[in-house]
């Protein structure tokens, strides 16, 4: 089912109306946009990309202080094979920062589309047992494995994939910040003022953009608070397992005392320590379990990115319908010489005397003009706007999706993992009990 277009307010001609919906009929062309690859449009589907390692450096920042960060490294290596052999294609070094330039700049680019997020910059949810620096290592690895994610969710998208200033970012190591900032980007990037003047603004809101946007905020409710129950009962499962350690304690120090039961308390004991010890793995396989959640935390944020545009878009909508409707109003006045509404014009009309037929003929003249220019322009952002909403409702069921199957699986191994640990726990006391019968 196609998405209703964007309706502007006020009474634009029949004539434009009619013009818009034949034009929308036949809306996009096919051929990439200028910040589309044209020669390599399936160079993507040729490659394995990977973030293979992590490395810890020290450096000045743009303040000329001293700082340290992680640089990471991407992997490009071709899936055609030359002689039986797989050829490397390319690899270099990439901060956090620069994921994070490139995000920005596919946000401001394709805001019709469910861009990917990144992963956290500083832990968040986590067990209190779990260092949150964000140098620990045990943390960059967990990085590491979300910004490869992140790459491979733009490499497979059918848009991004063929973005020129993402296939720089795997190929082109020096000078890509100055080509990104070249693109102009930042200058396209919608205010936070203007984003929150439109949201409040809006007469005509589209009810299933509006619908997605509380779906977003309560799919982030959700996750948040699962996210907090799983920290709160790792923190709970992490003591047990420990406490554990005082059984191995407790039998050793029992089996020193006794001749013909010693061997088994001493074995028992054995058993007893190594479950406590198990659970920092545990846990630590947890978290990433807890990262696959977490993308869908941020994604969250991400479908309010598209809601926003299609908010502000809106709104300059109604804005360019009712400057419309104004201007025809006056030219309308002038022309009849009555006025229907209060305006300081008149005021000053009544203070210091009428126009000449010249002055009048001449603001006609340049109302119209103004009106022809506003007609085309209401005309472009109905068209925008349809377009808009026909690319982005397409993106946005390809995203859920890909979220039910994402989060069904991250589900399922989760409760595997549990199962799992609690056939471990079981054959532990199970061994237990072979030691007590044995003495």
């Known amino acids: 089912q196609q998405p209703a277009p964007l309706e502007p307010l006020g009474h ?15 809306a996009r062309d096919e051929s990439p946009g200028e910040g589309t690859m044209t020669e390599n449009n399936f160079w993507l589907k040729k490659i394995e990309i990977s973030v293979s390692e992590a490395e810890k450096r020290t450096g000045r920042n743009a303040m000329n202080m001293q700082e340290t960060y992680t640089a990471y490294l991407i992997e490009t290596r071709s899936v055609e094979h030359t002689d039986g052999q797989s050829v490397l294609t390319d690899s270099l070094w990439r901060r956090y920062s620069e994921f994070e330039l490139l995000r920005n700049y596919l946000l401001v680019y394709y805001p019709h589309i469910v861009v990917p997020p990144l992963p956290e910059k500083r832990a968040e ?11 620990d290592p045990d943390f960059v690895e967990r990085r590491r494995i979300g910004l490869e994610n992140f790459l491979l969710r733009v490499a497979s998208h059918p848009i991004l994939c063929r973005d020129k200033i993402f296939y720089l970012f795997l190929t082109q190591e020096g000078n890509w910040k100055e080509t990104v900032n070249e693109t102009g980007f ?13 949201t409040f603004r809006v007469k005509n809101p589209d009810k299933r953009f509006t619908e997605l946007k509380h779906y977003s905020d309560e799919l982030q409710s959700v996750i948040s608070h699962l996210l907090r129950v799983r920290a709160r009962v790792a923190d709970r499962l992490y003591g047990v397992y420990k406490v554990h350690g005082n059984y191995g ?21 054995h058993h007893m320590d190594v479950y406590a010890s198990s659970i920092d793995d545990i846990l630590e396989d947890e978290e990433h379990y807890a990262d696959q959640l977490k993308e869908y935390l941020f994604y969250a944020e991400a479908l309010r990115a598209v809601c926003r545009k299609h908010e502000l878009m809106q709104y300059d909508l109604e804005m360019a319908a ?6 025809k109003q006056q030219c309308e006045e002038l022309a009849t010489g009555t006025v229907r509404t209060f305006s300081l014009k008149g005021m000053t009309t009544k203070l210091f005397g009428q126009e000449t037929p010249e002055q009048r003929e001449a603001r006609i003249k340049v109302l119209e003009e103004q009106i022809n220019e506003g007609e085309q322009q209401l005309k472009s952002k109905n068209l925008e706007g349809r377009e808009f909403v026909k690319n982005a409702w397409a993106d946005i069921e390809r995203f859920k ?31 237990a009990k072979e030691c007590f019968s044995k003495m």
């Open 12 to 26: 634009p001609d029949a004539g434009l109306q009619s013009a818009v919906g034949e034009e929308a009929e036949g």
């Open 322 to 327: 009712q400057d419309l409707a104004s201007k």
């Open 186 to 198: 930042q200058l396209k990037a919608d205010s936070r003022l203007k984003a929150l003047n439109a």
């Open 401 to 431: 999706e890909q979220k039910n199957h994402d989060l069904k699986e991250a589900l399922i191994s989760y409760a595997v993992m549990q199962i799992s640990m609690c056939k471990k726990g079981i054959q532990v006391w199970t061994n």
């Open 125 to 135: 949810f986590v067990w209190h047992k779990l260092s949150a620096d964000n140098m």
């Open 249 to 269: 304690r407790v039998f050793s120090e029992w089996s020193a005392i006794e001749k013909e039961m010693g061997d088994g308390l001493q074995s028992a004991g």
